[in-house]
């Protein structure tokens, strides 16, 4: 809104001009978002203490976690409500990358609000059964990736994406087989941060460290001067989508000021599900899928950890009649729990990987 309005006063002062630039309001959404993060958190932890809206504890986890039983949770709509709000005020609102990626958002949400509320009514860990969640995700990447190849939002073909550390080569995708991959990336997304979201804070730094990371390669991919020199992809438009990458990173940092160890409110599927679609859908608006693989590393060390798990357990229980485990349990960060690391050392571990993954997806961009 502000990007609309704004910069038409700047004859009356030039500081209005401000509002033009991406830098200028991508900060300010960061701030923005954070800000409203930290105003609303304490109200809505009341607001869900007061409904009965607590976590529902599975009995089969860790027994460190059953002292979490009650502990106010969806309490991602800190994340969605002020991300939400800080886009819509410093994006560039008729841009298609920003409607996209916010639309995303919030259809992923909406899910995740949908498992999460029957949870907390049956009082039960399981909410929306699997194949309806998975169902929803699906349809929605179909959808969106049927749009993306019949209306193109960039000069570019819209199956067509970057490869890391190659700045002479990309892959041209089928178009079926693109549309397809579309709602891979994002249902994977979605559930791999879902996943790791097992923590006090675990998810939500790495959302944050995944999403300024997008950030700052969306502001390079939609200039014209570094997307050459580095050998991008140009996409007009798509620097947008920083603005709403570090909208995200407020909120998340505003979140976890609540969600930190020991956490006063969890994000639920509502959180999770929103952030994974989100940095899903950023990764194919700049055609950069295979850098999600690199800077989301962890979240994908989390669900591998999973299928490891289940697929050797199956396997060795038809071969044996004994299922047999790789981990002591799964995801991962639990398997770290099991052999006695406590469980803020782990987070922090992991936020240091989260890190070092989106150093190297940085260098990616040089080294081509």
């Known amino acids: 809104m502000f990007y609309h309005y704004l910069p038409n006063l700047a004859d009356l002062h030039i500081v209005f001009n401000l509002f033009r630039f991406i830098t200028f309001r991508a900060a300010g959404a960061l701030v923005t978002s954070l800000l409203i993060a930290f105003v609303l958190g304490p109200s809505t932890i009341r607001m869900l203490k007061h409904f009965g809206i607590g976590q529902v504890v599975r009995t089969d986890g860790p027994g460190a976690h059953l002292v979490k039983q009650g ?45 999460d509320y029957l949870k907390v009514v049956r009082f039960q860990t399981a909410g929306l059964i699997a194949r309806y969640k998975m169902l929803g995700q699906w349809v929605f990447g179909i959808c969106l990736g049927l749009f993306l190849v019949i209306y193109p939002i960039s000069p570019l073909e819209p199956n ?37 979201d097992g923590l006090d804070g675990l998810a939500t730094g790495l959302a944050a460290i995944a999403l300024a990371t997008f950030g700052l390669l969306a502001y390079l991919i939609g200039r014209v001067d570094s997307s050459s020199y580095l050998g991008l992809f140009y996409l007009p438009g798509a620097g947008e989508l920083g ?33 994974g679609g989100v940095i899903g859908v950023i990764a194919i608006l ?37 299922g047999k485990k790789i981990f ?25 990987l989260g890190i070092m993954c989106a150093m190297v997806a940085l260098s990616a961009l040089k080294i081509r």
């Open 328 to 352: 002591r349990m799964a995801p991962i960060h639990h398997h770290f729990e099991e052999i006695g690391w406590i469980e803020s050392k782990i987070v922090v571990r992991f936020w240091i």
């Open 243 to 275: 603005v709403l990458a570090l909208a995200l990173t407020g909120s998340c940092l505003g979140f976890l000021w609540f969600n930190s160890h020991p956490a006063e409110v969890f994000m639920g599927d509502t959180g999770a599900l929103g952030l």
């Open 160 to 196: 067509r994406t970057m490869l890391p550390f190659f700045s002479e080569l990309s892959l041209l995708i089928d178009p079926i087989v693109y549309v397809i991959f579309v709602s891979f990336v994002i249902s994977g997304s979605s559930n791999a941060v879902n996943l790791t």
């Open 71 to 115: 502990t106010p949770t969806m309490g991602g709509l800190l994340v969605v409500l002020p991300a939400t709000l800080s886009t819509l005020l410093w994006a560039e609102l008729d841009n298609w990358y920003i409607v996209i990626a916010l639309t995303t958002f919030v259809a992923m949400s909406a899910i995740g609000f949908m498992d």
């Open 286 to 322: 700049l055609k950069a899928e295979f850098f999600l693989a690199i800077v989301g590393a962890v979240f994908i060390a989390e669900v591998l950890s999973v299928v490891l798990q289940v697929g050797f357990f199956k396997y060795t229980r038809a071969r044996d009649g004994v």
